[in-house]
T-cell receptor
Framework: DADVTQTPRNRITKTGKRIMLECSQT?????MYWYRQDPGLGLRLIYY???????NKGEISDGYSVSRQAQAKFSLSLESAIPNQTALYFC?????????????FGQGTRLTVV | DAKTTQPPSMDCAEGRAANLPCNHS???????VYWYRQIHSQGPQYIIH???NNETNEMASLIITEDRKSSTLILPHATLRDTAVYYC??????????????FGKGTTLSVSS
């Protein structure tokens, strides 16, 4: 089983619908992140959480919200999906500590808003 | 804005060394240099990181210039499976806001036989 699991892997939804993307991890890491990737572009940070009670906006948080239900779970919601939110979404985790800690990524959720 | 500059694409022949450059002229004294790669549309994968000294692991070597303003990732014997987008990332200071990884557009490395 993957250390960082994203569900669903693929989703097609209609404009205006609410949708939730889920991420769970078995690595015991305290830090979790949501990124989106558009074709030909690098990953852009949406939200990140350094522990259950700590939620921070990334560079493109508008139109998104998150919930850190437990240390192992971090969900991303699109309250009212719009077509330009069509993208590949990645969840990642890392552990706090010294600066030399790597991040582990899930396999991604491909979201299409029609 | 990304704090690094990388060439958009590079080619390499299979079996040869791939040398991927990265400029990070505004790097701060205790910021690390990280390298990740993304194969097709999979989740990015950690490769290596360094602060000042050159580093080597089973995947690659990282050469950081003495002034720390640039670095080179070396894949000593590139294979077709190394075809990917390679991201050079400067990691912000620990325990300050924004210590998440910030990705630029990376370098697309194409390895051919």
């Amino acid at each position: 089983d993957a250390d960082v699991t994203q569900t669903p892997r693929n989703r097609i939804t209609k404009t205006g619908k609410r949708i939730m993307l889920e991420c769970s991890q078995t690595k015991g890491h305290d830090r979790m992140y949501w990124y989106r990737q558009d074709p030909g572009l690098g990953l852009r940070l949406i939200y990140y959480s350094f522990d259950v009670k700590d939620i921070n906006k990334g560079e493109i948080s508008d139109g998104y919200s998150v919930s850190r239900q437990a240390q192992a779970k971090f969900s991303l919601s699109l309250e009212s999906a719009i077509p330009n939110q069509t993208a590949l979404y990645f969840c990642a985790t890392s552990v706090s500590g010294s600066g030399n800690t790597e991040a582990f990524f899930g396999q991604g959720t491909r979201l299409t808003v029609v | 804005d990304a704090k690094t500059t990388q060439p958009p694409s590079m080619d390499c022949a299979e079996g040869r060394a791939a040398n991927l450059p990265c400029n990070h002229s505004t790097i701060s004294g205790n910021e690390y240099v990280y390298w990740y790669r993304q194969i097709h549309s999979q989740g990015p994968q950690y490769i290596i990181h360094g602060l000042k000294n050159n580093e080597t692991n089973e995947m690659a070597s990282l050469i950081i210039t003495e002034d720390r303003k640039s670095s080179t990732l070396i894949l000593p014997h590139a294979t077709l499976r190394d075809t990917a987008v390679y991201y050079c990332i400067v990691r912000p200071l620990l325990n300050q806001a924004g210590t998440a990884l910030i990705f630029g557009k990376g370098t697309t490395l194409s390895v051919s036989s």
